[in-house]
């Protein structure tokens, strides 16, 4: 697959367009009924997560989040396709890959409360914690990548990344790395067009990001992110490319980030009203719905249930989070190292002080 979809002839792949008709049936997924609508209620239950938990924040309950309205069929999707006990190393934008791996609301809310909680998974889930720092967790994947070369499992690792993220040198030693050992990471690019205000144009001169893998001698995709079919084909292909050994690939998913960057930014200082309004159009939950239901498989019955179920579930999630008393302070500097040495002893006595200061 990744031969007919040469990123330097142009080439991206689409197989539902905006009115959820399938355009490319040559490379729809095996992918059973039953499925795609679990991916769909798994889209809207992150879509809704996604805006009660900015709406909190708006209302002081919770610290500054980034948006993911528009991104979830690449989220979803790409999640979707790769298995249980391989690995997800996340950026901060991909609320609905994170639920699709074991995640609940309960931790995105502890995550962005502040508290530790929000990166504590269940026992054997192979996701690691959020990552602020751009594009850092490339080279994590690639370390992970190698250790399951090492030891001669069959897993694969997903790493997630903005636009802006690709022009870190993190993304570069990470592809770099995992292409020399050949190590099975699958490097997800979420192209939503803007790192904070910085437009995808003037991110790099390159035509696209997919083909910044030809450096490294390891295919690379683009395809249309909110399009959940090709998500799921093209993540399954490259999780099964990695997994029989023939190392990483790069995708690039061309999606948009419908809100803001974060509830800090205003989107409306740098981009049109026209722009959102065309993106609005190609959003990834109206197509897969339109897909449904021309195959009889949802209607507005089922949408509004799993509305009101999801709905439901997500503020009691919230509930229990606002009575979580928070994380000791003497947590964040224990838990670092096995014995805690004398310089993080100190800055936890300043800690301290500062805070009893700050209430008193
Ligand atoms: C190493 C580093 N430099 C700068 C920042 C500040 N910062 C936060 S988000 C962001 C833009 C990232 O854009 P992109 O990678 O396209 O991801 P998106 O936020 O669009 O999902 C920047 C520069 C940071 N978090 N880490």
Sequence with gaps: MFKDFDPLQGKRLEIMNINGEIVAQKWMPKISDEKIVEAYKTMLYARIGDLKAVSYQRQGRLYTLPTNIGQEAAAVGSAMAIEKNDWMVPAYRELGAWLVKGATMRHYFYYFGGSEEGSRFPEGTRLLPVSVPISSQLTHAAGIGHSINYKGEKDVVITYFGDGGSSQGDFHEGLNWAAVFNCPVIFFCNNNGYAISLPRKKQTKARTIAQKAIAY??????????????????????????????????????????????????????????????????????????????????????????????????????????????????????????????????QMVDMRNFINRKEG
Aim: hydrophobic content about 25%.
């Design 217 to 346: 001698e390891i295919p690379g995709i683009q395809i249309d992110g909110n399009d959940f079919f090709a998500v799921y084909r093209a993540t399954s292909e490259a999780a099964r490319y990695a997994r029989e050994g023939h190392g990483p690939v790069l995708i690039e998913a061309v999606t948009y980030r419908r809100g803001a960057h974060t509830t800090s930014d205003d989107p409306t200082k740098y981009r049109s009203a026209e722009e959102e309004k065309e993106w609005e159009q190609k959003d990834p939950l109206l197509r897969l719905r339109k897909y449904l239901e021309s195959k009889n498989l949802w209607d507005e019955k089922s949408e509004q249930d799993h509305t009101e179920e999801s709905t439901a579930d997500i503020e009691s999630q919230f509930k229990e989070y606002e009575q979580f008393e928070g994380t000791p302070l003497e947590d964040i500097f224990k838990y670092q190292l096995e014995e805690m040495p004398d310089s993080l002893k100190s």
